[in-house]
């Protein structure tokens, strides 16, 4: 396979809203430049992007796929992404790498939720965008909405590059604006007709044809001296125009297309390869110090790895695009963040699930390889002697949570690991197994997302687990100060255990004063893991506790609040004074002393109005004006307080704080009252009372799950 260089290599990124016709326009794009020689379908199930079991099971994309067409002189990089939102990883990482983005618009409805979903995204990346109307064949297709739309929404940078003679099922020619012909297409699309724009359309072609020549003039001083002096430009004129527009995001060129046709991927290749900016031409990468590493191949290698995917029967595939320098088969770089050394033995450009051996890739050039031992999703490998890490790719927080319970306890640990390979593959899907809810929690982007979580457990790894509402992970405090003492004592048979302890405990506070009822021996601040403090003193006179135990009583003050006396969470916030106790001079050891310690504390917590807290978060959610009120009324059943409005752009935010408890399956609700327009994020705010009824029933349940 020809291996091309930095100047002929083009990365674009297939984006767009789900069902608009990405997929098959990347199989149309492969058939058109001959790298296939029959088309795929969706319904057939044999397209070469979407070739995993789940997206024949489901009929659409769920993993973005690497694809190569060499179209003229420049081999085009294609990365087609699924279009629904809960796959929003895989769509940022392959923004993450592209050097121009496609946005696929569905001719038969114009900007619709998806697209305004994704170009939250693409709007964090400023690369240059292609925006490609297709289905303009569907007998349902208004091209001219479908433009408006376009302008309405992203603005005066859409640019009109083409529109079709007509469409819906007798959509056969495109008039080119930029060249000035009509594209005439066989009825079974291919290689179309160049022919000249009839009389019938002429106005109309000559009239956007000025406002494109215009448009291309706007980007350049000298073109628009040009343009002054000839009150025209030449085609190549015209490209360098589009092409300063698009990469400062003043030009939006838009085509159109039938990809389930065959008609007008050409074209858009034909532009791709003529206008859309070489890696060398787009903003380059940075390292984590800040500082630019320009794509050249004369320099040592370095590699981003922005995809991992574990194939069955062959291993893990690593897909990566050279930042600088070149790589061999026979390349040995070095992981910047683990240390590990990755020897490669093959390199590949990949076509869905096909493997196209290399000798070589360059500097600004995607590929894939095979069983690199430690190198994961987001990291750097770079040539020894060369340290350098890419900045990564920052995903999106998790919106939604999932505990998962294996069916077969045997099952526990496998499902874990299963869980956190999935991860590595994955960074959206997060896996944490919380210790102090008991709980393997799996966090992900949606409803949809997690369901295809559980897919991959049960069809590819035989595990069955069910996906339930997780623990909420409550604190318990205390809202006054109380006195307990415990004695504990062992002395039948054998070595005795001999401890009593007398303690007060008290609601802690910043900036507390010292206890007044007792001399302070010692004492000690303990932030705790969990949050909030545990002041520790030593009041004991006269030495009725040896020094020695107190540790020890520590000890089971702390291990009681590991597990709250009410419902077994976390305790945070209290001072413990030990004021008193006893020894036996043979039996008295740590052990009597930590349980006694324990026993106290519990004792005196339970007298001191223990109080269970909740985590709260900040909401912050975004959805289209006319929305507004059925979210906030949701949000009111929610025990939301609002604490403000705003607004974003298109989009109206509420602020508010809810807790934690209320926001099971938020995401799947937002989405359902807003029709999906609603977006939202969640923040981790701060403990809060929860309300008596709650505690009360909480403390019940939690007791029935045998959690204390
Ligand atoms: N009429 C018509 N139908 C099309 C065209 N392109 C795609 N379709 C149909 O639209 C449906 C969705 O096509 P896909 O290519 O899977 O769309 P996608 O954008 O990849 O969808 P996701 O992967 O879910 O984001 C399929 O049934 C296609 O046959 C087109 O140009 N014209
Ligand atoms: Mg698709």
Known sequence: MKVYDEKHIKNIVLLGAPKSGKTIL????????????????????????????????????????????EW?????????????????????????VADTCVLVINAQHGVEVGTELIWNYVDQFS??????????????????????????????????MQYPVSQGESFNSIIDLLKMVMYKFPTDGGKPEKLPIPDSEKEKANELHNELVEKAAENDEKLMEKYFEKGTLDEDEMREGLKLGMIHHDVFPVFCMSGKKNMGSGRLMGFIDNVAPLPIEAKPETGSDGKEIPYDKTKPAVLFVFKTHLEPNLGKLTFFKVISGEVTPTSELINSQTGA?????????????????????SAGDIGATLKLKDTY??????????????????YPEPRIRTAVVALSKNDDEKIGEVLHKINHEDPTLMVEYSKELRQLIISGQGELHLM?????????????ADFVTPRISYRETIRRSALASYRHKKQSGGAGQFGEVYLKIEPYYDGMPEPTDYSVRGKEFIDLEWGGKLAFYNCIVGGVIDTRFIPSILKGVMEKMEQGPITGSYVRDVRVCVYDGKMHPVDSNDISFKIAGMMAFKDAFMKAEPQLLEPIYDLEVMMPEEMMG????DLQTRRSIIMGMDSKGKYQVIKARTPLAELDRYSTTLRSITQGRGMFKQTFADYVVVPFEVQQKLSKGVQELELV
């Open 26 to 69: 990347s199989e149309d794009m492969l058939f058109e430049a001959g790298i296939i020689h029959r088309r795929g379908t969706i319904e057939g199930k044999n397209t070469i992007s979407d070739y995993h079991e789940i997206e024949h099971e489901r009929g659409n994309s769920v993993f973005a796929t690497t694809l190569h067409t």
């Open 72 to 96: 003229r002189d420049y081999k085009i990089n294609i990365i087609d992404t699924p279009g629904f939102d809960d796959f929003a990883g895989e769509m940022i990482s392959s923004l993450r």
């Open 127 to 160: 690369k240059p965008i292609i925006l490609a109307i297709n289905q303009v064949d569907h007998p349902k297709s208004d091209f001219d909405s479908s433009i408006n739309s376009l302008k309405e929404r992203f603005g005066k940078a859409v640019t009109q």
């Open 341 to 361: 050394v990755e020897r490669f033995h093959q390199i590949f450009i990949m076509d869905g699930k096909t493997r196209n051996s290399v000798d070589k890739l």
């Open 377 to 394: 999703t987001n990291q750097t490998l770079h040539a020894k002697g060369f340290d350098v890490t890419i900045q990564p790719i920052e």
């Open 452 to 464: 295809i979580c559980k897919w991959f457990l049960e069809n590819v790894y035989k595990l069955h």
């Open 630 to 633: 059925d979210v906030m009324g």
